[in-house]
T-cell receptor, first 113, second 115 residues
Framework: DQQVKQNSPSLSVQEGRISILNCDYT??????FLWYKKYPAEGPTFLIS?????DKNEDGRFTVFLNKSAKHLSLHIVPSQPGDSAVYFC????????????FGTGTRLTIIP | EAGVAQSPRYKIIEKRQSVAFWCNPI?????LYWYQQILGQGPKLLIQ????????DSQLPKDRFSAERLKGVDSTLKIQPAKLEDSAVYLC?????????????FGQGTRLTVV
């Protein structure tokens, strides 16, 4: 049972344009959501998070939007840069982040120069 | 600040052999996790420690996998005997474990190939 789903295995975006990565979840007990970025041969690195009491969190070029009623979140990267090419994982947890993280299957983002 | 250290980086073993992985978390991090990432999938939690106690090991195949975190710092994950389907990257992560602070920091992982 995949509780966190990233339905797009890959995405290609022109440099300078907006990248939008999507994530859906099924467990209504999730209340804390995170995005991780992973380069080849490295472990995932934390990018940005959002708690269920918010619908938007912004950090520089990265913004995460949460739609609780739709059980959907998205990561926006503006403007996209070549260094953003990586695999992006969406993750979720409950009890304000004090429970285990459940990861999606990842989306491979390729930024085209 | 030093990150999460894992060793070895790569390991190739034959099925039915045993293998062990080591992890040193970020200093001061109370929570330590072991994840298994099979190719094409997201990381799956195997076991979570809070200091030296187990918080969650519901997805750990206990007939062949074991983990310990002596003294609440370093941790080892062992597989005995290994099966072909254990081929994966094993990721160790740590976090402060404080309320509302769950950002986990990952090591580079150990890529295990079982042949």
């Amino acid at each position: 049972d995949q509780q966190v789903k990233q339905n797009s295995p890959s995405l290609s975006v022109q440099e300078g344009r907006i990248s939008i990565l999507n994530c859906d979840y099924t467990n209504s007990m999730f209340d804390y959501f995170l995005w991780y970025k992973k380069y080849p041969a490295e472990g995932p690195t934390f990018l940005i998070s959002i708690s269920s009491i918010k619908d938007k969190n912004e950090d520089g070029r990265f913004t995460v939007f949460l739609n609780k009623s739709a059980k959907h979140l998205s990561l926006h990267i503006v403007p996209s840069q070549p260094g953003d090419s990586a695999v992006y994982f969406c993750a979720a947890s409950g009890l304000f982040g004090n429970e285990k993280l459940t990861f999606g299957t990842g989306t491979r983002l390729t930024i085209i120069p | 600040e030093a990150g999460v250290a894992q060793s070895p980086r790569y390991k190739i073993i034959e099925k039915r052999q045993s293998v062990a992985f080591w992890c040193n978390p970020i200093s001061g991090h109370a929570t330590l996790y072991w994840y298994q990432q099979i190719l094409g999938q997201g990381p799956k939690l195997l076991i979570q420690f809070q200091n030296n106690g187990v918080v969650d090991d519901s997805q750990l195949p206990k007939d062949r996998f074991s983990a310990e975190r002596l003294k609440g710092v370093d941790s080892t994950l062992k597989i005995q005997p290994a099966k072909l389907e254990d081929s994966a990257v094993y990721l160790c992560a740590s976090s402060l474990g404080a309320t509302g602070n769950t950002e986990a920091f990952f090591g580079q992982g150990t890529r295990l190939t079982v042949v």
